[in-house]
């Protein structure tokens, strides 16, 4: 009989707490963030604790809220840091979701862990929000919910994202907090209809950056506040010309045009008319004004840049150095002096963006990661390769399904 393995371990809880109130010091004053240490819930568990995902830092901020450890689901690019990986895992034992791990995997270690006393933390996002708002959450959350029949905790972390947007240069100085907003018990959530538990945990996950900040009033103030704009605002809005545009101070620019907005402490952005935007509001326009770009240049080549090419695997990543990058409608096409890699989108199987920074391609059984310089955009390669998919399968329009693209 196989033995079965011991995934819970007194390391785990023990060298957190030790590592913890370093990390709440800087966090508490880096962030200004408020929060709650809920000791009422200390052997009560297990619990799957639920949150938004603004910032990279969501995982401390989550963990330190309890007395009990927290064992995340976590990217596999956790993973494949080679000794850090170790390390990470030596500490908090996160459980592998990858293309490269099955989902059954996944929920084998989730069931054990649970079975041997332990509480999941998941950011049922997948993704940090770009522009604002919670984006969607991934259906399979509530699969495991209703497989694992424990205590579900639904946490908000608000004023992150404007104290750190993801695409963000430099940290703005702001009011931040973390709170439970919601518990769900076993006996309610299990006489709920999959459809319905879904939305419950959409409802209360959801959080606006703008609406929380109109509520409580708080700025986010720092200098160079609109740096890293162009990363989400890659068009002109004016002239509808991609990859002109560039941030300075508080402001974004355009190269092509007398397009420009004043980003605010806020976190709204104001146009040459006066009028405010949310980045929500922003994001739905560039994602269409882009579409129609893409559809109608004639061009295929659309952008090219120098960018550092990682190889991914399992365990470990192989540094393959600095390659020239093309991007074209239908493909994407990297060159040094030693190796050329040319992926059509028809063999490529997602490109995802990791961070604020780095590009992942995955290929039926290959995964490569793209760093881009700091100022450039990693959303352009996303929506291009969603839009050719989506005209390839014979979409005309996005006016109207611009909720579908992006992240």
Known sequence: MKKTSKEVKLRHKVLTRLIEPFVRIYIVIKYKLSFKKYKTLNKKGPFIVLANHTVNIDPMIMGMQFPFHLYYIATEQVFNLGFLSKVIKFIVNPIKKSKSVSDMETIRKTKRIVQQGGSIGIFPEGNTSYSGQTVQIMPTTVKLIKMLKIPVIIMNIKGMYLSYPRWAIYKKKGKTEAFIRKIILPDTYLEMSDEDLFFEIEDNLFVDAYADQEASGNLYKGKHIAHGLEKLIFIDLMSKKPFVTYSKG?????????????????????????????????????????????????????????????????????KLGRYRLKLFKERVYLTNVDNTLDFSFDEITNIVMQGKYQVIIYLPN???????????????????????????????SIDDKHFNFGI
């Open 366 to 396: 290959e995964t490569y990661m793209m760093r881009l310089d700091d100022y450039s955009s990693i959303y352009k390669y996303v929506l291009t390769y969603q839009h050719y998919m989506y005209i390839k399968d014979g979409g005309t």
């Open 250 to 318: 508080n402001k974004l620019k355009s190269h092509d045009s007398d397009f420009e907005l004043t980003y605010l402490p806020n976190g709204k952005v104001l146009d040459k008319d006066n009028q405010l935007h949310t980045l929500v509001e922003i994001e739905r326009q560039v994602k269409i004004a882009y579409f129609n770009y893409y559809k109608e240049n004639k061009e295929s080549l659309l952008f090219e840049e120098e960018v550092q090419l990682v190889k991914s695997f399992a365990t470990h990543n192989e």
